[in-house]
T-cell receptor, first 115, second 113 residues
Framework: DTGVSQNPRHKITKRGQNVTFRCDPI?????LYWYRQTLGQGPEFLTY????????KSRLLSDRFSAERPKGSFSTLEIQRTEQGDSAMYLC?????????????FGAGSRLTVL | QKEVEQNSGPLSVPEGAIASLNCTYS??????FFWYRQYSGKSPELIMF????GDKEDGRFTAQLNKASQYVSLLIRDSQPSDSATYLC?????????????FGTGTRLTIIP
């Protein structure tokens, strides 16, 4: 297993276009998280899946954002009608279900630039 | 009040000295605490986690937790130039059975050769 994989690594788009990011978690991990990070800030929680169920969604996630995890494997994050304020690094992380500490392993991220 | 607060720095420490990074959190119900390191342009990578009061050591790194004061710190002994990075404190909270990590803004650390 090569860890958490994210694609594409970079995406440049024009305002108003739709974009989709994909995340493939570590195979034995059943929890998957999406975070957004802008320059000089820590990662901000967006949403979280346990298997295929989306269990929590941040208020940061407007109606233009949607995330899915069909069959509890890979996940997609779609942003519709992109705005310049959506420019950020979108990070995916996964973790195993285990009691105690919940250790997240992050992917390399997908950097979005909205012109 | 932010949920997780860190001094953004930059914090400059001479090579070989001890770097001390601090973090406070607001949710008294928080259960686990994490330190991640993030190099410029890279994603966060876990250094260590702690969930019991006291100290936890791993090589040159020591995490310290004081739940009464809602305070967690990271000490880096014998600092090396390769330790220059942003250090993110993260706190795990449990809300109606759902859990997430909330990150601070990070402290930028520079080790001066």
């Amino acid at each position: 297993d090569t860890g958490v994989s994210q694609n594409p690594r970079h995406k440049i788009t024009k305002r108003g276009q739709n974009v989709t990011f994909r995340c493939d978690p570590i195979s034995e991990h059943n929890r998957l998280y999406w975070y957004r990070q802008t320059l000089g800030q820590g990662p901000e929680f967006l949403t979280y899946f346990q298997n295929e169920a989306q269990l929590e969604k941040s208020r940061l996630l407007s109606d233009r954002f949607s995330a899915e995890r069909p069959k509890g494997s890979f996940s997609t994050l779609e942003i519709q009608r992109t705005e310049q304020g959506d420019s950020a690094m979108y990070l995916c992380a996964s973790s195993p279900r285990q009691p105690g500490a919940n250790v997240l392993t992050f992917g390399a991220g997908s950097r979005l630039t909205v012109l | 009040q932010k949920e997780v607060e860190q001094n953004s720095g930059p914090l400059s420490v001479p090579e070989g000295a001890i770097a001390s990074l601090n973090c406070t959190y607001s949710d008294r119900g928080s259960q686990s605490f994490f330190w991640y390191r993030q190099y410029s342009g890279k994603s966060p990578e876990l250094i260590m986690f702690i969930y019991s009061n006291g100290d936890k050591e791993d090589g040159r790194f020591t995490a310290q937790l004081n739940k009464a004061s809602q305070y967690v710190s990271l000490l880096i002994r014998d600092s090396q130039p390769s330790d220059s990075a942003t250090y993110l404190c993260a706190v795990r909270s449990l809300n109606f059975g759902n859990e997430k990590l909330t990150f601070g803004t990070g402290t930028r650390l520079t080790i001066i050769p």
